[in-house]
T-cell receptor
Framework: EDQVTQSPEALRLQEGESSSLNCSYT??????LFWYRQDPGKGPEFLFT???AGEEKEKERLKATLTKKESFLHITAPKPEDSATYLC???????????FGKGTRLSVIA | DAGVIQSPRHEVTEMGQEVTLRCKPI?????LFWYRQTMMRGLELLIY????????DSGMPEDRFSAKMPNASFSTLKIQPSEPRDSAVYFC??????????FGEGSRLTVL
C-alpha cells in the first residue's frame, strides 16, 4: 500500500530561522511528488511537482528537492506569512489519485 | 476563473439527518475528487470521477455515503443517515488529470 509520511508534525521557527520539512514515501513506481500549502479554513493550494530523483524546484523562500525515498521542503529565512500546514502527496505509476501525508504545521514567529 | 466552488461552507445537523454537499469543478477539468480531512486521519480520498464516471469509490466509508456527477459541472456527496463520526471537512478538487489538484474551500460538517 502506498504511504506518505511527513515529519515533524509541527515546527515552530523564529523569523529568519531556516529549516527543512521531510516527506518520506513508499510508492510503487512514483510518477510525481507534490507539495501543497494549506492555510486555516482553506483548501490545499498547489506549490510544486517533482518527477525524478535529483530534481529541485524553487518558489520565493521555498525549495523542494527529491531523492529516491524522500522529499524535502527547505524554507530559507522564513517570514510569518509562511505559517501554514504543508502537505506532501504522491501519485504512482498506476495513475491512481494522490495519497497525502498528514502534513507539517509550520508556525513562524516574528 | 472562479475556482472550485463548494457549498455549503458550514453545515450543522443532527444525527440521522441527510446531508448533501455540492461541488462545481473548474470548467474544462475532466477529473473530480472528494476528500475528507480530519486531524486524526488527514486527507482521505473518498471517491473520484473521470469524465463524469466514478472510477474508484473504495474510500467511501460505508453505504451511508454516495456521490454523483450528473454532468461535467456539478457533483454531490450525500450522507444518509449522518452520524457524529462523519464530522469533518469535506473537500472537492478538480484537475486535468495531471496530478495537480485544485481544491475548493471545503464544507465543514458537524453532526450532533
Amino acid at each position: 500500500e502506498d504511504q506518505v509520511t511527513q515529519s515533524p508534525e509541527a515546527l515552530r521557527l523564529q523569523e529568519g530561522e531556516s529549516s527543512s520539512l521531510n516527506c518520506s514515501y513508499t510508492v510503487s513506481g512514483l510518477r510525481g511528488l507534490f507539495w501543497y500549502r494549506q492555510d486555516p479554513g482553506k483548501g490545499p493550494e498547489f506549490l510544486f511537482t517533482l518527477y525524478s530523483a535529483g530534481e529541485e524546484k524553487e518558489k520565493e523562500r521555498l525549495k523542494a528537492t527529491l531523492t529516491k525515498k524522500e522529499s524535502f521542503l527547505h524554507i530559507t529565512a522564513p517570514k510569518p506569512e509562511d505559517s501554514a500546514t504543508y502537505l506532501c502527496a504522491a501519485i504512482n505509476s498506476g495513475n491512481t489519485p494522490l495519497v497525502f501525508g498528514k502534513g507539517t504545521r509550520l508556525s513562524v514567529i516574528a | 476563473d472562479a475556482g472550485v466552488i463548494q457549498s455549503p461552507r458550514h453545515e450543522v445537523t443532527e444525527m440521522g439527518q441527510e446531508v448533501t454537499l455540492r461541488c462545481k469543478p473548474i470548467s474544462g477539468h475532466n477529473s473530480l475528487f472528494w476528500y475528507r480531512q480530519t486531524m486524526m486521519r488527514g486527507l482521505e480520498l473518498l471517491i473520484y470521477f473521470n469524465n463524469n464516471v466514478p472510477i474508484d469509490d473504495s474510500g467511501m466509508p460505508e453505504d451511508r455515503f454516495s456521490a454523483k456527477m450528473p454532468n461535467a459541472s456539478f457533483s454531490t456527496l450525500k450522507i444518509q443517515p449522518s452520524e457524529p463520526r462523519d464530522s469533518a471537512v469535506y473537500f472537492c478538487a478538480s484537475s486535468l488529470g495531471t496530478g495537480e489538484l485544485f481544491f475548493g474551500e471545503g464544507s465543514r460538517l458537524t453532526v450532533l
